[in-house]
């Protein structure tokens, strides 16, 4: 029995059928069976094994499953860009290189049948912190090709370093009535804790859901039981390594998904989309890419601020304490930025919390520097949103567009319970 | 009857003492009792007013209190440096300036001679988003000072904005037996949702505990149930307004204060004081502050690295993505750094979780060009070791130490659920 094998163990009192996968610990069999969840199987309890299936059959040797698309179902566009998310299909086709067609996917989560008509593509194969700009543009392309070819869902395989900068770019930059939904895993599927099989399949169902707009699906607790549905411009990796690491910020998440039941529960309104518009894809991918993100901190020195200046940035976003402040070490290089036309904007380095600068003199006096508060928009959405309105609007327009809501990212109020 | 007043107020069957506060609606009067909680009454059920003290009396008119010490309480000093926690006591001594006499704490806060005895000093008037190195210095001067005079324990009331470095920056260059506990307020005084009187008893409660080490008090829920005391080293600011902002991160709080009861409820290990040498103060100010901090995101260019590294700093904190990764687009500034003997170290912009840079190839070859992971560390916590570090030791060991525990900031494991 080897890992990659599927098989049939017999215990005293019942049976698992399922895949071998790598355990960490030596006495116990890790089986991952076909509804994607994992089991850990003590050895010395195993009465028989059937090797239904060899592991060892080289990929391309794999017949097609000839799957026909299923009438009721919805057709799925899964594009992946690389990943832990990814790597697991490559280990269940024992490809070392990225294997996303349909097939790869319904033999590694045969339970996605169930829930939509697949169609697997690679577009790119990175680890997520090596996502750039430009690629950002490459996704939205692929989604419109996807779209334009009759996907009514988009899933978006996706490192998760970098998951909640593209999710906010690609908010901005396509407008669609289809539903695009990022998915990422914390753990990959050589661990028995991967959360890759069942964010898959719940971010698949999301899919299908009649609504439109972009969002990002993880699991919403540490422990297999519900995942969470986030809106694109409200998410942040707020954890290096638990599986529930992505949160709605200053907002609650779009919805729960059951990855077992496959109910969707709504927790707030969402936008649903127009079916007859559903093959309407207007992209706007012009990103300003001369834009930086910056975290003040006691002392932080006005020459930083200058050197972005001269150094040909248009826009910076300013990653404040508290409310939205600066040490007045910084106030020079403000004021150096603003005399350069520079676009200079503020969030809050709390995280959670909306800025106000106008409740301590240090905020009113950054805003007469043309400082222009994010209100409760994230750091990293506030970042990619200066460079889309950048690359699309003149300096004075954009000023403006940065404290209005464009793609959900400002609210005007904000739940202080979240 | 006017803001500052003293008076008492009759109702049909109650009866109200307090100062008059400033009320957000005109239809209700705004009490702060003695015991520093506020009450808001409905003008029209007011049946008389009588004036017991006028507020009006100029702050230097006020007879002193001539409060004699009580042997069985212990001697705290109240250091005042600035922000919305100070200026309740500016308030209601009518004045502009600050005012932190003994005096006027108690006369705003009765309840503090039951808790201790008091003496209080300005040591800085500054709003924390303005807090500098020097003045970090200033402050372990001052919190040295009060000790070899006999205080017993310290609290040091502050901003809220930089609140989290400061307490980082006293935990690495104080050495004491004696607690110094950080207090702040997320509402002035001025708004009847103020946390300034409960955090300010509560942290001289804390104050008299045999404990020693650098520690932060602030409201553990957003009502006026109980306080959390933060290890100095674990904590940040993580909300913009709620008076729960303050979070330790990896880590549960040290301790519930209940400011009602006085009740101090331990949560884990704390270190105790050693009563023997409590007048020992042993102080390390030296700071190297060519220290910066540099969030990364999608597309950082080399360059900006290389302009830290041509302007003489000597060490960067890189705050990275997931488990501690950086665009390869970073790494020829990274390969530059490491070339120029400047000192860079990872943490992650998760905020909660540990840096592991062993798991992804980026995170490898990141360790191969020099960069040290921070583990468990706080951005800003790493932030101001490396300046503590590099001020007092050869590059080569500081580089060793940036990744080992010194004053609680690197744990050998985190819990999970924090």
């Known amino acids: 029995m080897d890992i990659g094998d599927f098989v049939k163990l017999e215990l005293e009192n019942t049976t698992y059928s399922g895949t071998v996968m790598p355990s960490l610990n030596e006495d116990t069999v890790v089986i991952k069976m076909k509804s994607g969840y994992n089991v850990g199987i003590d050895k010395k309890k195993i009465k028989n094994i059937e090797i239904l299936e060899s592991g060892d059959k080289p990929k391309y040797g794999l017949p097609p499953l000839n799957l026909e698309k299923n009438p009721k179902l919805k057709n799925i566009s899964i594009l992946s860009t690389g990943g832990t998310v990814a790597s697991r299909v490559d280990y269940k086709t024992g490809a070392v290189h990225p294997a996303f067609t349909a097939d790869d996917l319904i033999r590694a989560v045969p339970e996605l049948m169930d829930v939509a008509n697949i169609k697997g593509k690679v577009i790119l194969n990175i680890l997520s912190e090596n996502m750039l700009p430009k690629y950002w543009v490459m996704t939205a392309d692929a989604i419109k090709e996807e779209i334009e070819n009759g996907a009514e869902g988009i899933v978006i395989a996706h490192g998760t370093d970098t998951m909640h900068y593209t999710a906010s770019a690609l908010s901005f930059m396509v407008n669609s009535e289809v539903p695009i939904i990022l998915v ?176 301590y003199s240090n905020g009113r006096e950054l805003q007469a520097k043309g400082v222009i508060p994010c209100e409760d928009m994230l750091s990293e959405v506030a970042f990619v949103k200066l460079m889309h309105l950048l690359g699309n609007y003149e300096f004075k327009e954009a000023k403006e567009l940065m404290s209005k809501n464009i793609a959900g990212e400002i609210n005007e109020s904000i739940n202080l319970e979240c």
């Open 184 to 359: 990422g895993a914390q753990r990959s599927s050589d661990r028995p804790s991967s959360d890759a099989a069942l964010n898959i399949i719940a971010a698949v169902k999301a899919a299908t859901e009649p609504i439109k707009g972009v969002y990002v699906l993880m699991h919403g607790e540490t422990g297999d039981t519900v995942c969470h549905l986030h809106e694109g411009t409200k998410v942040r990796k707020l954890h290096s390594s638990r599986r529930d690491a992505f949160k709605s910020v200053n907002e609650t998440p779009i919805a729960e998904v059951n990855p077992f039941t496959k109910k969707v529960t709504y927790l707030r309104e969402v936008k649903s989309q127009d079916r007859s518009k559903i093959k309407e894809v207007v992209l706007n991918t012009n990103l300003e890419e001369k834009v930086a993100l910056i975290k003040v901190y006691p002392g932080i020195d006005s020459e930083i601020l200058k050197f972005y200046v001269d150094n040909g940035y248009k826009g910076i976003i300013l990653e404040g304490t508290g409310l939205g402040h600066t040490p007045e070490t910084f106030f020079e290089g403000i004021d150096y930025a603003n005399e350069n036309n520079v676009l200079v904007a503020m969030t809050t380095q709390t995280i959670n919390g909306r800025v106000n600068m106008n409740v």
